[in-house]
Each structure stands twice: as C-alpha cells, then as structure tokens.
Nanobody
C-alpha cells in the first residue's frame, strides 16, 4: 500500500512559478513510476508528466514541455513538479499518482495509487 500526499499548490500570477511536492509512504517508491495529472473544473483529468523509477526517464504532455520539470528524490520518497511560466490555463487541481508497473503511461487508469490533490490557481 502506498499513500501519497501533495503540497505546494496556491495562487500565483501568470508568468510565476510554483513547486509541487508529493511525499510517498511505502518501501517500493524507487521502483514505481510517478505521474502528475491535473483536473480543471468541468474537464476530465489529464496527464501532465511522469518519471520512471529506474533510470528516471521523463515524459511531458506537449502543453507543459519546456515550462514544467518533474523530478524525484528516492531517498526522501518524494516527487516534485517545478512549474514555471505559469498560464491561467494551468489552473487545476494537481494530483500525483504511482504506477507499480513502472510504465508511467499517460493514462490515469494505469496508476494504482493517488494523492488527494492540491489546488493551483493562476491569475491573469
């Protein structure tokens, strides 16, 4: 069983930055792919980024590539999402998720564990 707790959300002006953190419990964190997803009001949850457990390869949805950076610290059981050059359309609840298969696909149905989410609001 893995528990995930996100933090770091808030209100920021367009062009600003935020860093989200996701702290995980459990012994197998380093072997899991970790993903970030987001859900805006009235929209479906969408993939943002992922980082694999072994090798740490990353993948981003095109709308955030070059602005967001996903990273992980396996010693701290934590995954991060550094968000720069934020836009109003980035406003959403952001969720981290763990995939025990380590595939880290851009499909929320492939993830086994989810955090409760943290709100990010970008004002224009």
């Amino acid at each position: 069983q893995v528990q995930l707790v996100e933090s770091g959300g808030g209100l920021v002006q367009a062009g600003g930055s935020l860093r989200l953190s996701c702290a995980a419990s459990g012994r197998s964190f380093s072997s899991y792919a970790m993903g970030w997803f987001r859900q805006a009001p009235g929209k479906e949850r969408e993939f943002v980024a992922r980082i694999r457990g072994s090798g740490g390869t990353t993948y981003y949805t095109p709308s955030v590539k070059g602005r967001f950076t996903i990273s992980r610290d396996n010693a701290k059981n934590t995954v991060y999402l550094q968000m720069n050059s934020l836009k109003p359309e980035d406003t959403a609840v952001y969720y981290c998720a763990a995939d025990s298969s380590n595939w880290g696909l851009a499909d929320n149905k492939k993830y086994d564990y989810w955090g409760q989410g943290t709100q990010v609001t970008v004002s224009s």
